[in-house]
């Protein structure tokens, strides 16, 4: 579904992304973890063309996202997004923020899309939000509303850029339920995360990255009973501390 | 001091002050302030664009325009613009193109600058999370600003905008010097028919300050009330 092939990516004279490569079947869900400022969030970003890179492909459902005849509005729509700072639109209501793109972007007639959001409301449990402005909702709530928001274009594949980083702890869990039964529907997922619980219960594959590269591509499993590498080591001996 | 002034002057001359003088400063300001927005905004869309040449163009222009002095563009469309005209057309005489179109145009132009500046500063308040929230839904360049971030950006900049048009409702009275009359030119006109310099004058500041101030305060009304729920 996402295949991601040696990709390199620099601001300036910093390199940020070296030579990464990985891939996303249909159906699986891919946490990628790693300490901050390894190049999670931008490599998630090459995937739907959010950030240009300047070497390798990516190609999404068989298109390549870094070629300039694609039409990456396109494409876009098909690729789901969350944000870590949610990234609702303020000054619509709950319900606006959920059709809008389905009637600019994909053409849906006002009442359908209203009915897909209602729908989608209902399954992030916000149905009683709808009428409301994302400013009245919590973190966790917003965050919700924002996964929901993907989900109303039907995408093919969700990518999560810490969808739980900015939230409260007492609401991550009410995000990452609504991730974890994404992915029992069978939801190809590429997840920025330092949940490790979520990794642990949902991922089929950890990716660890670090200063930019792609250290270690292994099954969950693998990863957290004995991972290769004396960084990823480290920063699980870190973060399972806490 | 007051017991030799003649006050009915002013009541003598309401209609024409306001019927003629003060419905086009009204109109020249509104009509001057919807297309200066208008431009501005697409001015603002050009200067923050990485189209190579485009943003440079419209910076150009907006700085040109913001180190002259408007008398001097209105003198300048004024006189000789009738000359492009014929120069471009190539028409036997200069084109006329009459005061109130020449000041609105001027007005127009002008404001723009001004309005750009303004705009620029809404839509970069804007973080760019929204933008790419915007894209990442599908959504195509014209989609985003025109249902993402113009909305916002314009609501944040309501009260800049507004304070710009009040000074543009003020600045309007230089019209005066291509001899339109509006509101300010009808009580100079009344004024020195009469010879009543003093009343015309202390009442044209008056209606001035008057109109601004609650025009402010309808601003500030108007603010609290389109806010942006966060």
Redo the contacts between chains.
């Keep these: 579904m996402i295949t991601i092939s040696n990709v390199s990516k620099w601001y300036g004279t910093m390199q940020v992304l070296k030579n990464c490569s990985a891939e996303v079947a249909k159906g699986e869900v891919v946490v990628v973890c790693g300490p901050s400022g390894s190049g999670k969030s931008t490599l998630i970003k090459c995937v739907n063309g959010l950030e240009p890179f300047e070497q390798g492909t990516v190609t999404v459902d068989g298109i390549s996202v870094g070629d300039r005849k694609t039409n990456l509005p396109k494409l876009r729509a098909r690729i789901g997004m969350v944000f870590q700072h949610f990234e609702l639109f303020p000054h619509l209501s709950v319900m606006r923020n959920l059709s809008l793109a389905q009637i600019k972007v994909l053409g849906r007639n006002p009442k359908a899309a209203d009915e897909k959001g209602r729908k989608l409301l209902e399954r992030v449990g916000l149905s009683a939000h709808a009428d409301k402005f994302p400013g009245q909702l919590s973190g966790g709530q917003q965050q919700r509303v924002a996964i929901a928001r993907a989900l109303a274009m039907d995408p093919i594949a969700m990518l999560f850029d810490e969808p739980t980083s900015a939230l409260d702890p007492e609401m991550i869990n009410e995000v990452l339920d609504v991730m974890v039964a994404l992915a029992k529907d069978g939801m190809t997922m590429m997840v920025v995360t330092h949940e490790m619980g979520f990794a642990r219960k949902v991922a089929n594959r950890v990716l660890f990255m670090d200063k930019g590269e792609i250290v270690e591509d292994a099954p969950t499993a693998d990863f957290f009973g004995k991972p290769r590498s004396e960084r990823a080591q480290m920063f699980l001996s870190k973060i399972l501390q806490q | 001091m007051f017991a030799n002034f003649d006050w009915d002057v002013i009541i003598r001359s309401l209609p024409y002050l306001f019927l003629d003088g003060m419905r086009f400063t009204i109109m020249l300001t509104l009509m001057a302030t919807a297309g200066g927005v208008v431009i501005g905004t697409l001015l603002a869309m050009a200067r923050l664009s990485n189209i190579p040449g485009l943003s440079q163009v419209a910076g150009a222009y907006v700085n040109l325009i913001r180190s002259m002095p408007l008398v001097l563009v209105i003198f300048w469309f004024y006189f000789l613009v009738p000359y492009i005209g014929q120069w471009i057309t190539g028409a036997s005489r200069p084109i006329q193109v009459g005061a109130f179109l020449s000041a609105l145009v001027t007005f127009t132009l002008f404001e723009a600058a001004y309005f750009c500046e303004i705009m620029r500063a809404g839509i970069q308040s804007i ?1 760019r ?2 933008a ?9 360049y014209w ?1 985003a600003m025109g ?2 971030i113009l ?2 950006a314009f ?1 944040n900049m309501v009260p800049v905008l507004l304070t710009q048009t009040i000074i543009l409702f003020q600045d309007t009275s230089l019209v005066y010097v291509i001899s339109v009359t509006d509101f300010f030119g009808a009580a100079s006109k009344v004024a020195q028919r009469d010879g009543r310099l003093v009343e015309m004058y202390l009442f044209a500041a008056a209606v001035y300050f008057i109109i601004s101030l609650a025009a402010s305060y309808w601003v500030r009304r108007l603010q609290s009330r389109i806010a ?3």
């Design positions: 973080p999370g929204q790419q929230a915007a894209q990442a839904l599908g959504m195509t989609t249902e993402i909305p916002q609501r942006i729920i966060r």
